[in-house]
């Protein structure tokens, strides 16, 4: 995963778990979240500046940016009326490598 640093200051703690991405207490499952366009979330502070959440607040926390979904052409064993083989796309895993978060420091206390 990119790790971008947006600003001076301290940073949401995160963590991640196989495709699950915690940020601010807020978990994100990726893999279930990418599409085949690139995918931005945002994780903000709420008005209260204490409780995070996805979505545009009053403090932004973290941006998500997940890949768009990449595929194989699988051969489907059979061919069509020129004799060429068929092929279908198959989704490969999301590429954790691709997978972009960018922290902005928390309000000061």
Known sequence: MIITHLNEGP???YSLNGTVLTVHGV???LAARQRDVQTVIDISLG???ATAAEGTGA???ATIVI???EYD???TGQVDENGNPVMTPEPKPLDMNKVE???W????Q
């Open 27 to 29: 978990s994100v499952d």
């Open 11 to 13: 940073k949401a703690e």
């Open 101 to 103: 978060l960018r922290l």
């Open 67 to 69: 890949p768009p979904r």
């Open 59 to 61: 403090w932004y926390v």
């Open 73 to 75: 052409l699988v051969d």
């Open 47 to 49: 008005s209260d500046f």
């Open 105 to 108: 420091a928390l309000p000061r």
